[in-house]
């Protein structure tokens, strides 16, 4: 047994110290010790993580745990989640962090599913499109002819697979422009 006499914000710092090394603390008890440290003591991430033996990112890491959904924290704190999905979980918000961490517990996922379904939930429109039919040479062909000979002047399409492309009108003068601009309806 050591013995020290030493002032009460050392003692509270000792103690906060001792606290964030135990092994049995989950990453929501840790996050708020280390958050407690650095407010009262107004630490840096890197002197807090100097203070109980940690690298800076992990530190970081587990302070940001501190802006999850309180449903969220909840999860992390019960251990239906681990600290990886808790930490693909905070690059959303709101409801979708809600519902993303209750599909993760309900179909227990793994992190790198968590992610995905991460990056799902950010990109739905992505994901909503529906797969266009490419279009024939044939077909872009004869909308091409069918432009050219209402227009009575040269006429492109330049098509790519991916289904974008742009339409080429020529002309020699202004006045030809003006002319194309007016049979558009422009």
Do not use: C, W
Request: charged letters at 30%.
């Amino acid at each position: 047994v050591i013995i020290r006499d030493v002032s009460d914000r050392s003692a509270i710092a000792m103690a906060l110290i001792e606290n964030i090394q135990r092994e049995n603390l989950n990453p929501m008890e840790e996050a708020n010790a280390l958050f407690r440290l650095r407010e009262e003591f107004e630490l840096t991430h890197q002197q807090a993580a100097e203070a109980v033996g940690k690298s800076r990112a992990t530190v970081s890491n587990l302070l940001r745990l501190r802006n999850l959904n309180e449903d969220v924290k909840r999860m992390l704190e019960n251990g239906d989640i681990e600290m990886g999905h808790a930490r693909a979980l905070l690059g959303i918000d709101g409801e979708q962090q809600s519902f993303a961490a209750s599909q993760t517990v309900e179909k227990a996922l793994s992190v790198r599913e968590t992610e995905q379904l991460i990056r799902r939930l950010l990109k739905p429109e992505a994901q909503s499109t529906p797969e266009l039919e490419p279009a024939s040479v044939e077909e872009i062909d004869e909308l091409e002819h069918r432009i050219s000979h209402k227009l009575g002047k040269g006429f492109s399409i330049k098509h790519r697979p991916n289904g974008k492309g742009k339409l080429v009108f020529d002309y020699t003068n202004v006045d030809e422009l003006k002319n194309l601009i007016e049979q558009l309806g422009a």
